[in-house]
């Protein structure tokens, strides 16, 4: 395929307007544009710019962040098992939330900026334990430790929770979700999710040459400790700006790159931004999915749920594809 990024970028824009006409109450999309242009008091056109594009662009800006985070991890780790949850970001993002709406810090900023500020110290606790010349797997392990430390960390807020609304609040945001949010949301997200994301694509030449093994990428002039700060400074900030307005999403990161790597002639540079396209189009389209299940069904489905059934056989897959042979 020449092309890939042209064609993802298609699919893309088709999943865009498509997401605008369905939902659980489905709305003539061009009437409701025509009334914004207009300036005609309309339902349909409150409906559209207050809550269908919000959550379209949410769902965008959360995918490409997961699905670019997901593809860099797994360059630089050279782990197709790695996503962002790896290196703790993931469950830093989410213990910094879950302490905002614990304490009731839930309102403007305060999920947001305690999110990020969890994913950096979280990511940062991971690579002062691993050192400044750890090896990949000394990386992987101080990651799994601190997600399972945050883990246990977030079990405990929830056993000693105030009230039964506390308790809910927080698991329901923990099973990952795009609704309920409004354009605020995605200000709020996008500065880091960007930020963050353009000190990903600055580790594209280093990651392409770390294919060929670290001797000879610090050969041809790549600093390793540069690259793997950079990359842990854009991953904190894109993931910590995405969990704390979506919750936990998970399985995006690890299964975009995965379909993806064959067109980006297996080049962990070129398979950032195809790993941001199509992390986009695979959380869009799982939120359209949803939609469809609310409107035909009633009751609305999380979305992180949908990834996890989605992604839970997919990683079994390649485990069980990357498992070593006994003899």
């Known amino acids: 395929m020449k092309h890939p990024a042209l064609l993802l970028g298609m699919l893309l824009v088709g999943l865009f307007v498509l997401s605008l006409f369905i939902g659980s109450n489905p709305i003539p999309v061009f009437q409701a544009l025509l009334d914004r242009l207009r300036d005609v008091p309309s339902a349909i056109a409150i409906v559209l710019a207050e809550v269908r594009l919000p959550r379209t662009l949410i769902a965008i800006v959360a995918g490409a962040t997961l699905g670019l985070c997901g593809a860099a991890l797994q360059g630089f780790l050279h782990n197709p098992l790695a996503s962002p949850g790896l290196i703790g970001t993931s469950s830093g993002a989410a213990f910094g939330a879950v302490i905002a709406l614990y304490f009731g810090f839930a309102g403007g900023y305060g999920i947001p900026l305690a999110g990020m500020l969890g994913a950096l110290l979280a990511t940062l606790l991971v690579y002062l334990i691993a050192g400044r010349d750890g090896d990949m797997l000394t990386l992987i392990l101080?990651?799994?430790?601190?997600?399972?430390?945050?883990?246990?960390?977030?079990?405990?807020?929830?056993?000693?929770?105030?009230?039964?609304?506390a308790v809910q609040e927080i698991v329901l945001w923990m099973l990952g979700s795009i609704s309920n949010h409004g354009s605020d949301d995605v200000w709020l997200m996008l500065p880091g999710a960007v930020l963050g994301s353009l000190l990903l694509f600055r580790c594209g030449r280093a990651l392409d040459a770390l294919t060929l093994g670290e001797d000879t990428a610090m050969t041809l002039g790549i600093d390793l400790r540069h690259t793997r700060a950079l990359l842990f400074a854009g991953v904190a900030l894109a993931m910590g700006s995405v969990v704390s307005i979506t919750g936990a999403i998970g399985f995006v990161g690890l299964i975009t790159p995965h379909l993806l790597r064959p067109l980006a002639a297996h080049q962990p540079g070129r398979l950032l931004a195809l790993g941001a396209l199509g992390g986009a189009s695979l959380l869009l389209t799982a939120d359209i999915v949803v939609r469809l299940l609310q409107h035909f069904?009633?009751?609305?489905i999380k979305v992180g749920i949908v990834t996890a059934l989605l992604g839970a056989p997919f990683f079994l897959w390649l485990i069980l594809r990357h498992r070593r042979p006994t003899t």
């Open 142 to 165: 101080a990651g799994v430790a601190i997600n399972a430390l945050l883990t246990a960390l977030i079990s405990l807020l929830l056993s000693l929770a105030p009230s039964p609304y």
């Open 297 to 300: 069904g009633g009751a609305e």
